[in-house]
């Protein structure tokens, strides 16, 4: 009987667990905001908890707008101070990336000028442009080159607090921050110009990111209402070319259905026309296609808040999160390539690499499931919102009950 006991046992899966979320928020918090927006940490060694320097700021705004998603959740599940907190701070992190360039463009990353790290930082980061500001009488530098996957992750950390925080100034603040934005992107005719007069990216061409930015600033302010309903009528068929070219090639920069599924969580909201939606889905559906079966936690829970419950898929989701607590939280470098079955001549895995074994990185769900080496030196501590944001993702929508 005992043995039978523990067989059924063993077939139940694990239940990720709430305190292992809200200690990697308390962690995120500690030494992961040292100005407040994200980085990530260098130890002194790989047995040290001394920091000796931050990275990654190059990326500091999307996986701010990332943090931001995933805090809102956490706020519209369990409704605690502690979460409404982080998210106003991130907030105004994301403020502070509009304020520090002076024209209400989205800078990749701030630091103080006086700060021990901003030499360092600057240094990794000089290849996208240093720039100095002086805002409220203090001095900073910032990071230009600022690309479209940072107003992509920015935007949909906003459309999630906007769609899950019941609180006024939060809400005021998200329809700030979304209108001076939408305002910088379409009065520069959608390009991303530096202060040099260099173009760093233009969202022309991306349909999907036009509409998907414009159609939040819709929902919030009725002023884009004229602006996003032209715009839907001849680009939305166009969302469809830009999907089915990116999933021509599912391995190389992977980082890319990450930017396209975000999109799609805020243009198959609800408000529009059969026509214009029908587009949408059928762009849709070529992304889904493609990565339903690359377990995926992420992918999978912006599918189950666009197509509601699965119990496959959403079995497969718990079982990735908790999957997922089993990794490493710093950056050691793994090599899988005799350890998997290899395709393409050894330069990829044929199937998804478990997930406690996939190459450590910044954000798990933006990276190829099927990448058999990369890593570090054990020094950098991810953040662990590729674990918060999916979790209470599942929390919310009832996929996870804790």
């Known amino acids: 009987m005992r043995s039978v006991v523990i067989l059924l046992f063993a077939l139940i899966p694990l239940q990720s667990a709430e305190p292992d979320a809200l200690a990697i928020s308390a962690n995120i918090q500690a030494k992961h905001l040292p100005y407040g927006t994200i980085l990530d940490p260098i130890y002194a060694a790989k047995d040290s908890d001394q920091i000796v320097n931050y990275t990654r700021c190059g990326d500091s705004a999307i996986w701010t707008g990332h943090y931001l998603a995933a805090e809102s959740y956490r706020y519209a599940v369990t409704k605690s101070p502690e979460a409404l907190t982080a998210v106003r701070n991130a907030i105004q992190g994301i403020n502070m990336l509009l304020n520090v360039t002076g024209n209400n463009l989205l800078a990749r990353c701030f ?97 999907q990111h036009q509409l998907s930015f414009l159609k939040i600033g819709r929902r919030m302010d009725g002023h884009y209402t004229t602006a996003y309903k032209a715009l839907s009528i001849s680009l939305a068929p166009e969302t469809i070319a830009p999907i089915a070219l990116d999933v021509k090639d599912p391995y190389d920069s992977y980082f890319k259905f990450n930017l396209d599924t975000i999109s799609f969580y805020g243009l198959l909201a609800s408000g529009d026309s059969s026509w214009v939606r029908l587009n949408y889905e059928k762009a849709y559906d070529i992304l889904r296609n493609t990565v339903d079966d690359h377990q995926n936690a992420f992918f999978n829970m912006i599918d189950r808040a666009i197509n509601g419950p699965n119990a496959t898929r959403d079995e497969q989701t718990r079982q990735l999160l908790d999957a997922w607590l089993q990794r490493p939280r710093r950056d050691d470098w793994v090599d899988l390539r005799s350890d998997v079955p290899t395709c393409d001549d050894a330069t990829r895995a044929c199937d998804p690499i478990p997930v406690e074994r996939r190459v450590r990185t910044d954000f798990l769900w933006q990276r190829s499931p099927f990448q058999l080496y990369g890593g570090g030196d054990d020094l950098i501590e991810t953040a662990g919102i590729d674990y918060i944001l999916p979790y209470w993702m599942g929390r919310y929508y009832g996929v996870i009950t804790d």
């Open 111 to 207: 630091v103080p000028a006086g700060s021990q790290y901003a030499g360092p930082i600057s240094q990794e980061e000089k290849h996208n442009g240093i720039y100095t500001a002086t805002y409220n009488g203090d001095q900073y530098l910032w990071v230009g080159n600022t690309s479209r996957d940072q107003y992509a992750g920015v935007f949909y950390g906003l459309t999630v607090a906007h769609d899950v925080v019941d609180d006024n100034g939060v809400q005021g603040s998200v329809r700030y921050l979304v209108a001076r934005m939408l305002d910088y992107l379409r009065g520069h005719g959608w390009f991303v110009i530096m202060p040099d007069g260099s173009v760093s990216t233009t969202f022309i061409g991306s349909g």
